[in-house]
């Protein structure tokens, strides 16, 4: 018996913002799995989400639980405590079994030097040439780059083992999944910088099974990739290498896999992806969150009357205070503020033109990204309406669903593992999947 929680090779994690769409979104996996994407479903949600809107991880919790027991799913599933601090851990410990250990703000501050030069000293074999199977040219790390790189990051990974330890030592270390978080940084990690960081983790003791380090490019929350597509493919593939290498030689969990984070709607690496997983036979947990919600934003204007009215009111809101939405995600965001339609444009959108700016399809001429963006930030305008929001998601699930499970099952887990066109002529519905008595 393993001593943790094992995580299936295919992963997708899925937001859920107000807690209405676990089972379009789980139908999405049911769906998947029939055409031979199979992902483990992964619900994510964040301290500062949930402090946004108002809500606590047992609504997860129980959304994903009833969606699983509605639609009869019998493989794993998880509950993410998506971004976890020290500091905002213990809320999530009694439902979440997956925990994105966040160590951003350490990166970058210097660990003791009696701690780095301790882990130089552990590990001669990572001073000199070192061969990595599948990178074309070994790499020389010499005692002072080692030094230099565990100076920006040991003490990341400190302290990624002192939240680990907290939450084993609540939960039992065989109850949970482990993911540690290294993308918010300012520049993307090496091949040697991953294996120092990778060793660490492992001196740590942290059975990890996803990293998310920093990949070159833009991954900003609701649109595609902006980058060089060339240099993230040969990232992506140097760092599985480095991941392969890493499990052999320090004893990491054999389900280790890359993590990405703002995952969803990156359409143009997906093929990519798709590529160095097959390649390497090689996991992965794609982290996807606000694209649900943009999708229940297009099913209540889709809907039109009063689901188009709160489509077009939250707008006006948010395009009212576009600096405060946008601050808390300024790294993660490009919104040209010129191509915001003004309020009153909006005001006189039919259901068709709004769902036209919205909808990520990159086809269609009216497609907005800067509007797509601002509304992805904006979700608690839609929070503030309380009830009165909700109550419009339950009026139309039927055609929110069909917008959520299609964005996720088109767009999304088949472009990934499949690599269908990522809109195909299949038409999502209701009706293939069986439901539990």
């Known amino acids: ?24 979104q789980l139908r999405a996996c049911i769906l998947a799995t029939e055409l031979g994407a199979e992902f483990v479903p992964v619900w994510n949600k964040s301290n500062r989400e949930h402090s946004f809107i108002g809500t ?14 509605a639609l009869g799913w019998t493989k794993p599933y998880h509950l993410d405590a998506d971004h976890i601090r020290l500091e905002t851990v213990d809320k999530f410990m009694p439902h979440c079994d997956f925990y994105t250990i966040d160590v951003a703000d350490s990166i970058g501050k210097p660990a003791a030097a009696a701690d780095i030069k301790a882990f130089a000293d552990r590990h001669p074999e990572l001073i000199g040439k070192i061969t990595i199977p599948h990178i074309d040219h070994p790499f020389e790390i010499s005692r002072a780059e080692f030094e230099r790189v565990a100076g920006k990051y040991f003490l990341a990974a400190q302290d990624a083992g002192k939240l680990y330890r907290y939450i084993a030592k609540a939960k039992g270390e065989a109850n949970f999944i482990t993911e540690v978080s290294m993308d918010e940084t300012d520049n993307p990690q090496t091949p040697p910088e991953l294996l120092i960081i990778l060793a660490a983790l492992a001196d740590e003791k942290i059975p990890i099974q996803t990293i998310a380090p920093k990949f070159t490019g833009r991954f900003n929350k609701g649109v595609d990739y902006v980058g060089d597509i060339k240099q993230f493919e040969k990232e992506f593939n ?57 999708e229940e934003l297009i099913g209540l204007a889709e809907a039109g009357g009063d689901g188009l009215e709160i489509a077009k009111e939250i707008y006006a809101y948010a395009h009212e205070h576009v600096d405060e939405f946008c601050a808390p995600y300024a790294s993660v965001i490009d919104i040209d503020k010129a191509k915001l339609p003004s309020v009153a444009t909006v005001n006189a959108w039919n259901s068709t033109q709004f769902t036209d700016a ?7 001429p009216g497609f907005n990204p800067s509007f797509r963006q601002l509304l992805h930030v904006s979700f608690k305008v839609a929070a503030k309406k309380g009830d009165r929001y909700l109550n419009a998601l339950k009026k139309h699930e039927a055609i929110v669903a069909k917008n959520v499970t299609e964005n996720l099952l088109e767009r999304h887990m088949k472009p990934v593992l499949i690599g269908s066109d990522t809109r195909s002529s299949k038409t999502v519905t209701q009706q293939p999947v069986a439901v539990a008595a």
């Open 1 to 24: 018996m393993s001593k943790y929680l094992v995580l299936g090779k295919y992963s997708f994690g899925m937001g859920d913002r107000f807690a209405h769409q676990a089972k379009a």
């Open 238 to 294: 140097e760092d599985l290498a480095v991941i392969a290498f890493a499990i052999k030689k320090y004893g990491l969990p054999p389900s280790l896999k890359l993590s990405v984070h703002s995952g969803s709607d990156k359409f143009s690496i997906y093929a990519p992806i798709r590529r160095a997983l097959a390649k390497f036979g090689a996991g992965l947990h794609i982290k996807t969150a606000g694209t649900t919600w943009l």
């Open 56 to 69: 606590d991880p047992s609504s997860t919790r129980a959304a994903a639980d009833a969606a699983v027991k």
């Open 358 to 364: 919205l909808r990520h399809d990159q086809k269609n």
